[in-house]
């Protein structure tokens, strides 16, 4: 149930956790935590955080992440999402979520246009992987399963990126402008 009283929602259960894990930047629209903080400040719902960064050098820090009690309590939460929001990004962006080292050349090779939550795919939707990508990220099987998956579209995002992100098959509905 959701009610509008004087401008400001109430009455809203569940909880709110972040689908990725931070970025080690000092804008904190990057960070994942930071806005799950926000976003339940303004709607009384509970939030949960996830204690890692997003991006990990290696396969053994990935796992160490992975049997750790908070990572395993966010994961569970994750099999039970009702509604997700995930930014739509053009590739190249700002910051890069450490292209380089993760992927090498293959996003320029498989001619990525976008991401979502450090996903890079092509204008076809097709998921490009890199050898060395340790991303602590929801994953991709479990956001097909959620009933909606609203996009947001920036200004800046161009319109092959959002083509590709619509044609992975994850989005239910999408908040773009006119323009794009």
């Known amino acids: 149930l959701v009610h509008l009283d004087e401008g400001k929602i109430s009455n809203l259960k569940g909880k709110i956790v972040p689908l990725i894990g931070n970025i080690n930047l000092p804008f904190r629209g990057y960070h994942a935590n930071e806005l799950v903080r926000i976003f339940s400040e303004k709607t009384k719902i509970t939030p949960l955080y996830l204690f890692s960064p997003a991006c990990l050098t290696s396969l053994q820090e990935q ?14 939460h994750w099999e039970n999402l009702e509604c997700a929001l ?14 380089a080292v993760r ?48 996009g947001i579209v920036s200004s800046k995002t161009n ?11 994850i989005f239910t509905h999408i908040v773009i402008s006119e323009r794009i």
């Open 159 to 169: 319109k092959n990126a959002v083509i590709g992100a619509l044609n992975l098959g």
């Open 103 to 150: 992927f090498g050349k293959k996003l320029n090779e498989e001619k990525a246009v976008g991401n979502i939550l450090a996903y890079y795919y092509d204008k076809n939707g097709k998921i490009i992987e890199g050898e060395n990508d340790f991303t602590i990220q929801v994953p991709l099987e479990k956001l097909k399963k959620v009933k909606k998956v609203i």
């Open 63 to 76: 796992e160490v992440i992975k049997n750790l009690e908070n990572y395993q309590d966010i994961e569970k």
């Open 86 to 99: 995930i930014e739509i990004c053009s590739h190249p962006t700002v910051p890069d979520m450490a292209t």
